[in-house]
T-cell receptor, first 115, second 117 residues
Framework: AQSVTQLDSQVPVFEEAPVELRCNYS??????LFWYVQYPNQGLQLLLK??????LVKGINGFEAEFNKSQTSFHLRKPSVHISDTAEYFC?????????????FGGGTRVLVKP | GAGVSQSPSNKVTEKGKDVELRCDPI?????LYWYRQSLGQGLEFLIY????????KSGLPSDRFSAERTGGSVSTLTIQRTQQEDSAVYLC???????????????FGPGTRLTVL
């Protein structure tokens, strides 16, 4: 079974500082990787996804993530955060395509941007 | 356009009662997913519908949980004889479906917060 580990449950960061959210996965097959953001009292919104090709993926709101197959990681970064980036971030991996695209999520990382 | 909608937004029930949670997917989306978000278990997959295929129920935690999708659109998640551990936010997502080797983006609704007293 696949699993996703987000190493940090909470990340406090000052406004305009960079942030990196760590994600590691375990899978014996090729995977598709995702980052979702959940703003307070809202559903999840896709930030970016890695399917194949370039290992550096750019998403919305200035976020990017790098797929590293040898380290089984998919860390999310933003060079300069805003107050509005305060939210919970989830890394996810999809099951093998033949089984549908159900997602396995990490435990989430809560980002608190301080002025 | 309209996104995924879920109702009710909040539901408080007593232990042992049955509850029904509703999901209206984005029009034209043939794939529909239910997930549960709880403090103890995080975000976990429950069930998946795609077109007229048999649903993937592999994530349902017990036989008290069931779901159906009528007319390939609206879905209802039913929890019978609710227990306190069922308290969670139930999220619905929908997507297009481009085939078995695709990763169509899942669009999530705002969720239904269920509290079992």
């Amino acid at each position: 079974a696949q699993s996703v580990t987000q190493l940090d449950s909470q990340v406090p960061v000052f406004e305009e500082a960079p942030v990196e959210l760590r994600c590691n996965y375990s899978s014996s097959v090729s995977v598709y990787l995702f980052w979702y953001v959940q703003y307070p009292n809202q559903g999840l919104q896709l930030l970016l996804k890695y399917l194949s090709g370039s290992t550096l993926v750019k998403g919305i709101n200035g976020f990017e993530a790098e797929f590293n197959k040898s380290q089984t990681s998919f860390h999310l970064r933003k060079p300069s955060v805003h107050i509005s980036d305060t939210a919970e971030y989830f890394c996810a991996v999809s099951d093998p395509p033949a089984a549908g695209n159900k997602l396995t999520f990490g435990g989430g990382t809560r980002v608190l941007v301080k002025p | 356009g309209a996104g995924v909608s879920q109702s009710p937004s909040n539901k408080v029930t007593e232990k042992g009662k049955d509850v029904e949670l509703r999901c209206d997917p984005i029009s034209g989306h043939t794939a529909l997913y239910w997930y549960r978000q709880s403090l103890g278990q995080g975000l976990e997959f429950l069930i998946y519908f795609q077109g007229n295929s048999a649903p993937d129920k592999s994530g349902l935690p017990s036989d008290r949980f069931s779901a159906e999708r009528t007319g390939g659109s609206v879905s209802t998640l039913t929890i019978q004889r609710t227990q306190q551990e069922d308290s969670a936010v139930y999220l619905c997502a929908s997507s297009t479906y481009s085939g078995t080797d695709s990763t169509d983006t899942q669009y999530f609704g705002p969720g239904t917060r269920l509290t079992v007293l």
